[in-house]
């Protein structure tokens, strides 16, 4: 009973900045970890930056200097800011939460957010 909502994702000239929020809720009880993950067309989905509930970062190399990983417990929600983005960049960003329900964590993805880069 957890739903991942995203929000941000845009158009954006390189050199350009977004921000994108996730927000969860439903019923549960603890998030352990949060992060982004991103897709290219026919392409693997692969991790961008994930953050701790005690603010353990870990990012992609391609992102390192980039991007910023955040969160706000008290509103269940984890943002990622995008600076100096570049058509390779371009993707679609989708939430990811480690939550605690029942005694049992599970995972769950968010609907995904496009953010397009042109050059």
């Known amino acids: 009973q957890v739903t991942l909502v995203e929000s941000g994702g845009d158009s954006v000239q390189a050199g350009g900045s977004l921000r994108l929020s996730c927000a969860a809720s439903?019923?549960?009880?603890?998030?352990?970890?949060m992060g982004w993950y991103r897709q290219f067309p026919g392409k693997q989905r692969d991790l961008v930056a994930s953050i701790s509930r005690l603010g353990i970062i870990n990012y992609a190399d391609s992102v390192k200097g980039r991007f910023t990983i955040s969160r706000d417990n008290a509103k269940n929600t984890v943002y990622l800011e995008l600076n100096s983005l570049v058509p390779e960049d371009t993707a679609v960003y989708y939430c990811?939460?480690?939550?605690?329900?029942?005694?049992?964590?599970?995972?769950?993805w968010g609907q995904g957010t496009q953010v397009t880069v042109s050059s």
């Open positions: 439903g019923s549960f009880g603890t998030i352990y970890n």
């Open positions: 990811h939460a480690d939550v605690n329900i029942a005694a049992r964590t599970d995972n769950y």
